[in-house]
Protein backbone atom coordinates (compact mmCIF):
# COMPACT_ATOMS: atom_id res chain seq x y z
CA UNK A 1 0.00 0.00 0.00
CA UNK A 2 2.69 2.32 0.80
CA UNK A 3 4.24 1.82 -2.58
CA UNK A 4 1.51 2.72 -4.06
CA UNK A 5 0.49 5.77 -2.40
CA UNK A 6 4.02 7.08 -3.03
CA UNK A 7 3.50 6.07 -7.18
CA UNK A 8 0.17 7.85 -6.71
CA UNK A 9 1.84 10.91 -5.01
CA UNK A 10 4.72 11.23 -8.15
CA UNK A 11 1.80 11.09 -10.41
CA UNK A 12 0.37 14.07 -8.55
CA UNK A 13 3.63 16.15 -8.50
CA UNK A 14 5.17 15.22 -12.05
CA UNK A 15 0.64 16.41 -12.93
CA UNK A 16 0.93 19.39 -10.82
CA UNK A 17 4.20 20.56 -12.59
CA UNK A 18 3.11 19.84 -16.00
CA UNK A 19 0.04 22.00 -15.55
CA UNK A 20 1.96 24.76 -13.78
CA UNK A 21 4.27 24.99 -16.89
CA UNK A 22 1.42 25.84 -18.80
CA UNK A 23 -1.05 27.72 -16.72
CA UNK A 24 0.14 30.98 -16.42
CA UNK A 25 -1.96 33.63 -18.81
CA UNK A 26 -0.29 34.64 -22.01
CA UNK A 27 -1.55 38.20 -23.45
CA UNK A 28 -0.14 38.72 -26.97
CA UNK A 29 0.85 41.92 -28.10
CA UNK A 30 1.51 43.73 -31.68
CA UNK A 31 4.78 43.24 -32.91
CA UNK A 32 4.56 45.64 -35.95
CA UNK A 33 1.63 48.37 -37.18
CA UNK A 34 -0.42 46.88 -39.12
CA UNK A 35 -1.02 46.83 -43.17
CA UNK A 36 2.64 46.64 -43.53
CA UNK A 37 1.97 43.65 -45.64
CA UNK A 38 -0.23 42.47 -48.22
CA UNK A 39 -3.14 39.92 -46.62
CA UNK A 40 -0.93 36.93 -47.71
CA UNK A 41 1.68 38.00 -44.83
CA UNK A 42 3.15 34.49 -43.86
CA UNK A 43 6.03 32.72 -43.59
CA UNK A 44 8.60 34.06 -40.76
CA UNK A 45 11.80 32.34 -39.90
CA UNK A 46 14.91 33.76 -38.98
CA UNK A 47 18.28 32.67 -40.50
CA UNK A 48 21.66 32.00 -38.98
CA UNK A 49 22.34 35.70 -37.78
CA UNK A 50 19.15 36.27 -35.90
CA UNK A 51 17.25 38.18 -38.63
CA UNK A 52 13.88 37.85 -39.29
CA UNK A 53 12.63 37.53 -42.57
CA UNK A 54 8.14 36.97 -43.90
CA UNK A 55 7.11 37.04 -47.26
CA UNK A 56 4.92 39.29 -49.01
CA UNK A 57 5.84 42.77 -47.13
CA UNK A 58 4.15 45.95 -48.97
CA UNK A 59 2.93 43.62 -51.85
CA UNK A 60 2.95 39.87 -52.85
CA UNK A 61 6.31 38.55 -54.66
CA UNK A 62 7.99 40.13 -52.14
CA UNK A 63 10.17 39.46 -49.02
CA UNK A 64 10.68 41.82 -46.16
CA UNK A 65 13.20 41.94 -43.10
CA UNK A 66 12.03 42.55 -39.24
CA UNK A 67 13.95 44.53 -37.17
CA UNK A 68 13.08 43.13 -33.09
CA UNK A 69 12.00 46.92 -32.81
CA UNK A 70 9.07 46.11 -35.31
CA UNK A 71 10.44 47.96 -37.89
CA UNK A 72 10.37 46.45 -41.50
CA UNK A 73 12.08 47.26 -44.75
CA UNK A 74 12.27 45.35 -48.63
CA UNK A 75 14.47 42.36 -48.55
CA UNK A 76 14.40 41.02 -52.39
CA UNK A 77 11.49 41.09 -55.20
CA UNK A 78 10.96 37.45 -56.56
CA UNK A 79 10.61 36.59 -60.41
CA UNK A 80 7.56 37.89 -62.22
CA UNK A 81 4.59 35.55 -60.97
CA UNK A 82 6.44 33.90 -58.35
CA UNK A 83 4.84 34.15 -54.63
CA UNK A 84 6.48 33.00 -51.51
CA UNK A 85 3.94 30.94 -48.64
CA UNK A 86 6.85 29.79 -46.29
CA UNK A 87 10.45 30.58 -45.94
CA UNK A 88 13.10 28.17 -44.62
CA UNK A 89 16.86 28.35 -44.66
CA UNK A 90 19.44 25.15 -44.91
CA UNK A 91 22.78 24.70 -43.38
CA UNK A 92 24.70 27.23 -46.05
CA UNK A 93 22.34 29.75 -45.08
CA UNK A 94 20.59 30.12 -48.04
CA UNK A 95 16.85 31.17 -48.10
CA UNK A 96 14.37 28.72 -49.43
CA UNK A 97 10.86 29.48 -50.52
CA UNK A 98 7.80 27.43 -51.61
CA UNK A 99 6.89 29.35 -54.66
CA UNK A 100 3.08 28.16 -55.28
CA UNK A 101 2.31 29.95 -58.30
CA UNK A 102 5.33 28.57 -60.34
CA UNK A 103 5.65 25.08 -58.69
CA UNK A 104 8.88 25.82 -57.64
CA UNK A 105 10.86 26.33 -54.83
CA UNK A 106 13.52 29.13 -55.15
CA UNK A 107 16.51 29.58 -53.41
CA UNK A 108 17.83 33.47 -52.10
CA UNK A 109 21.71 34.09 -52.03
CA UNK A 110 21.75 35.98 -48.64
CA UNK A 111 24.60 38.27 -49.96
CA UNK A 112 23.81 38.94 -53.56
CA UNK A 113 20.27 38.41 -53.09
CA UNK A 114 20.23 36.61 -56.66
CA UNK A 115 17.43 34.24 -56.86
CA UNK A 116 17.72 30.77 -59.15
CA UNK A 117 14.92 27.82 -58.31
CA UNK A 118 16.10 25.09 -56.08
CA UNK A 119 13.82 22.15 -57.23
CA UNK A 120 10.52 22.12 -59.85
CA UNK A 121 8.32 19.64 -60.92
CA UNK A 122 5.16 20.11 -62.83
CA UNK A 123 3.46 17.42 -60.17
CA UNK A 124 3.33 20.29 -57.61
CA UNK A 125 -0.10 21.55 -56.99
CA UNK A 126 1.23 24.46 -54.75
CA UNK A 127 4.16 24.06 -52.52
CA UNK A 128 2.46 26.03 -49.20
CA UNK A 129 4.97 24.97 -46.24
CA UNK A 130 8.13 23.63 -45.66
CA UNK A 131 10.10 22.02 -42.97
CA UNK A 132 13.57 21.28 -43.14
CA UNK A 133 16.14 19.05 -41.33
CA UNK A 134 19.83 18.65 -40.39
CA UNK A 135 20.47 17.15 -43.90
CA UNK A 136 19.27 20.09 -45.61
CA UNK A 137 16.21 18.04 -46.88
CA UNK A 138 12.85 19.91 -46.65
CA UNK A 139 9.63 18.42 -46.24
CA UNK A 140 6.64 20.27 -48.07
CA UNK A 141 3.14 20.30 -47.88
CA UNK A 142 1.35 20.74 -51.33
CA UNK A 143 -2.41 21.07 -51.25
CA UNK A 144 -5.04 21.57 -54.08
CA UNK A 145 -7.42 23.51 -52.46
CA UNK A 146 -10.12 23.31 -55.30
CA UNK A 147 -10.55 19.74 -54.92
CA UNK A 148 -9.61 19.67 -51.21
CA UNK A 149 -6.82 17.39 -51.54
CA UNK A 150 -3.15 17.34 -51.14
CA UNK A 151 0.49 16.13 -51.77
CA UNK A 152 3.65 15.72 -48.93
CA UNK A 153 7.24 15.78 -50.66
CA UNK A 154 10.67 15.82 -49.49
CA UNK A 155 13.17 17.54 -51.34
CA UNK A 156 16.69 16.29 -50.63
CA UNK A 157 19.37 18.24 -50.44
CA UNK A 158 20.72 17.95 -54.15
CA UNK A 159 17.21 19.60 -54.87
CA UNK A 160 15.55 16.71 -56.09
CA UNK A 161 11.84 16.13 -55.64
CA UNK A 162 10.31 12.35 -53.52
CA UNK A 163 6.50 11.92 -53.34
CA UNK A 164 6.04 10.67 -50.37
CA UNK A 165 1.92 11.14 -50.21
CA UNK A 166 -0.21 11.64 -53.16
CA UNK A 167 -3.91 10.66 -51.48
CA UNK A 168 -4.27 13.11 -48.74
CA UNK A 169 -6.64 16.10 -47.55
CA UNK A 170 -5.95 20.00 -47.71
CA UNK A 171 -2.22 19.29 -46.54
CA UNK A 172 -0.66 22.40 -44.81
CA UNK A 173 1.37 23.18 -41.79
CA UNK A 174 4.43 20.71 -41.65
CA UNK A 175 7.09 20.64 -39.09
CA UNK A 176 9.84 18.08 -37.65
CA UNK A 177 10.23 16.83 -33.85
CA UNK A 178 12.92 18.30 -31.94
CA UNK A 179 14.65 14.76 -32.76
CA UNK A 180 13.54 15.16 -36.32
CA UNK A 181 11.97 11.23 -35.80
CA UNK A 182 8.66 12.88 -36.12
CA UNK A 183 7.06 15.19 -39.01
CA UNK A 184 3.88 16.50 -38.11
CA UNK A 185 1.35 17.57 -40.92
CA UNK A 186 -1.96 19.19 -41.06
CA UNK A 187 -4.84 18.96 -43.24
CA UNK A 188 -6.69 22.28 -43.47
CA UNK A 189 -10.62 21.80 -44.78
CA UNK A 190 -10.15 18.36 -42.91
CA UNK A 191 -9.28 19.76 -39.34
CA UNK A 192 -6.81 16.80 -39.09
CA UNK A 193 -2.99 16.69 -37.62
CA UNK A 194 -1.33 13.88 -38.54
CA UNK A 195 2.15 12.28 -37.40
CA UNK A 196 4.42 9.73 -39.29
CA UNK A 197 7.83 8.42 -38.13
CA UNK A 198 10.71 9.71 -40.22
CA UNK A 199 14.38 7.03 -40.54
CA UNK A 200 17.63 8.46 -41.45
CA UNK A 201 17.26 8.62 -44.86
CA UNK A 202 13.91 10.68 -44.87
CA UNK A 203 11.45 8.16 -45.62
CA UNK A 204 7.82 8.17 -43.66
CA UNK A 205 5.98 5.47 -41.95
CA UNK A 206 3.65 4.93 -39.76
CA UNK A 207 1.13 7.66 -40.19
CA UNK A 208 -1.68 8.07 -37.44
CA UNK A 209 -3.92 10.64 -36.45
CA UNK A 210 -2.60 13.25 -33.41
CA UNK A 211 -5.77 15.72 -33.09
CA UNK A 212 -8.24 16.76 -35.16
CA UNK A 213 -10.57 20.07 -33.89
CA UNK A 214 -14.42 20.42 -34.63
CA UNK A 215 -14.50 23.94 -36.27
CA UNK A 216 -12.27 26.28 -37.79
CA UNK A 217 -8.88 25.67 -39.79
CA UNK A 218 -5.32 25.87 -39.14
CA UNK A 219 -2.36 26.96 -41.39
CA UNK A 220 1.39 27.10 -39.81
CA UNK A 221 3.04 24.88 -37.25
CA UNK A 222 6.00 24.65 -35.04
CA UNK A 223 7.78 22.80 -32.20
CA UNK A 224 8.88 24.08 -28.72
CA UNK A 225 12.07 22.33 -27.46
CA UNK A 226 9.92 20.17 -25.41
CA UNK A 227 8.18 18.79 -28.76
CA UNK A 228 4.67 20.49 -28.19
CA UNK A 229 2.97 20.92 -31.02
CA UNK A 230 1.62 24.79 -31.99
CA UNK A 231 -0.95 25.27 -34.74
CA UNK A 232 -2.33 28.50 -35.71
CA UNK A 233 -6.07 27.73 -35.37
CA UNK A 234 -7.10 30.37 -38.54
CA UNK A 235 -10.06 31.87 -38.16
CA UNK A 236 -10.23 31.32 -34.51
CA UNK A 237 -7.16 34.10 -33.56
CA UNK A 238 -5.73 31.07 -31.47
CA UNK A 239 -2.41 29.16 -31.09
CA UNK A 240 -3.67 25.70 -30.42
CA UNK A 241 -0.46 24.36 -28.16
CA UNK A 242 -0.82 20.05 -28.51
CA UNK A 243 1.91 17.62 -26.07
CA UNK A 244 3.22 14.79 -28.73
CA UNK A 245 0.60 12.20 -27.96
CA UNK A 246 -2.00 14.62 -29.01
CA UNK A 247 -3.76 16.40 -25.85
CA UNK A 248 -4.45 19.53 -25.99
CA UNK A 249 -2.72 21.77 -23.30
CA UNK A 250 -3.98 25.56 -23.98
CA UNK A 251 -4.75 28.09 -27.02
CA UNK A 252 -2.96 31.35 -26.80
CA UNK A 253 -5.54 33.97 -27.72
CA UNK A 254 -4.41 36.60 -30.64
CA UNK A 255 -5.67 39.93 -31.35
CA UNK A 256 -6.65 38.85 -35.20
CA UNK A 257 -8.30 36.06 -36.40
CA UNK A 258 -6.61 34.80 -39.46
CA UNK A 259 -3.12 33.93 -38.10
CA UNK A 260 -1.27 31.95 -40.33
CA UNK A 261 2.09 30.88 -39.07
CA UNK A 262 4.69 31.84 -36.53
CA UNK A 263 8.55 31.50 -34.94
CA UNK A 264 10.09 30.98 -32.24
CA UNK A 265 13.04 33.76 -31.78
CA UNK A 266 14.44 35.95 -29.29
CA UNK A 267 17.75 35.61 -27.35
CA UNK A 268 16.08 32.67 -25.43
CA UNK A 269 13.73 31.17 -27.82
CA UNK A 270 10.87 32.01 -25.68
CA UNK A 271 9.26 34.94 -27.63
CA UNK A 272 6.80 33.33 -30.45
CA UNK A 273 6.32 35.65 -33.59
CA UNK A 274 2.77 35.46 -34.96
CA UNK A 275 1.58 36.22 -39.01
CA UNK A 276 -1.72 37.54 -39.25
CA UNK A 277 -3.36 37.58 -42.22
CA UNK A 278 -6.72 39.99 -41.42
CA UNK A 279 -4.03 42.43 -39.84
CA UNK A 280 -1.28 42.45 -42.62
CA UNK A 281 0.95 42.42 -39.69
CA UNK A 282 2.21 40.62 -36.94
CA UNK A 283 1.93 40.04 -33.50
CA UNK A 284 4.02 38.20 -30.38
CA UNK A 285 3.59 36.77 -27.22
CA UNK A 286 5.67 35.25 -24.55
CA UNK A 287 5.89 31.36 -23.71
CA UNK A 288 6.76 29.11 -20.71
CA UNK A 289 9.02 27.12 -22.88
CA UNK A 290 11.89 28.04 -26.02
CA UNK A 291 11.14 26.68 -29.41
CA UNK A 292 12.84 23.70 -30.78
CA UNK A 293 16.65 24.58 -31.34
CA UNK A 294 16.82 26.74 -28.48
Known sequence: MKHLFLLFCTALFFASCAAERFSA????????????????IEGPAFDANGTLYVV???RNGTVG????????????????????????????????????PKHNILRVNMGTKSVDTFSHTDLFNQPN?????????LFAS???????????????????PILL?????????????????????????????WKYDVDGSGNITNKRLLIEFPDHGMDGMKCDRDGN??????????????????????????KGKNCSNLVFGGPDGRTVFVTLQDRKGMEKFRNNIPGKGY
Open 25 to 40: DIASTDFTAENLFSQN
Open 56 to 58: NFE
Open 65 to 100: KVGMDGSCELFVVLPEGSNANAIQFNSKNEMLLADW
Open 129 to 137: DICINAKDQ
Open 142 to 160: DPHWNTNTGQLWRIDADGT
Open 165 to 193: EDSMGTTNGICLSPDEKILYVNESIQRTV
Open 229 to 254: LYITRYGKGTIAVVSPDGKLLREVQL
